[in-house]
């Protein structure tokens, strides 16, 4: 079964993944030559922002126990994912909001690349319960 793609469907989405595509061959690139530089700040933070809702966000039933995971960026922005039976949602994580079962810090690049792998998890800060997290990594809706 193929899940339908939560990404906007237009020229502007197309453009801003691209980007992103960019942004993270130059780093490969970079990594490659031994000397590999941080993603720009603003690519980096709309990185974090197209991955959490666009390639994480599903309609398909999360299969575990549900659980939240906020997200920080030392830039000063914040994303909650929310994983339950409506599936993977992804918002803005309000000020006011209480914890969540995990939470991560970091520099924007650095979320970035470890959701595309380049980096370890482990150069982020984290807190509470990471098997929600885990569980994400290696999770297939389409399965």
Not at 34 to 55: K, M, N, R, S
Request: overall charge negative.
């Amino acid at each position: 079964m193929t899940v339908p793609s939560q990404a906007p469907e237009t020229s502007g989405a197309v453009a801003r993944h691209q980007i992103q595509e960019i942004a993270l061959h130059t780093y490969d690139a970079q990594l490659a030559q031994g000397a590999a530089q941080p993603l720009p700040t603003d690519v980096a933070v709309e990185g974090v922002d197209e991955f959490l809702t666009t390639i994480s966000a599903t309609t398909v039933p999360w299969p575990f126990k549900p659980a939240t995971i906020d997200l920080h960026t030392t830039e000063g922005l914040s994303w909650r994912l929310t994983l339950n039976a409506d599936g993977v949602r992804c918002d803005d994580l309000a000020a006011d909001a209480e914890p969540g079962d995990m939470a991560m810090w970091g520099a924007a690049s650095d979320l970035v690349l470890s959701f595309y792998e380049r980096v370890p998890f482990d150069v982020l800060e984290t807190t509470g319960d990471t098997e929600p997290l885990e569980q994400l990594a290696g999770w297939d809706p389409n399965a």
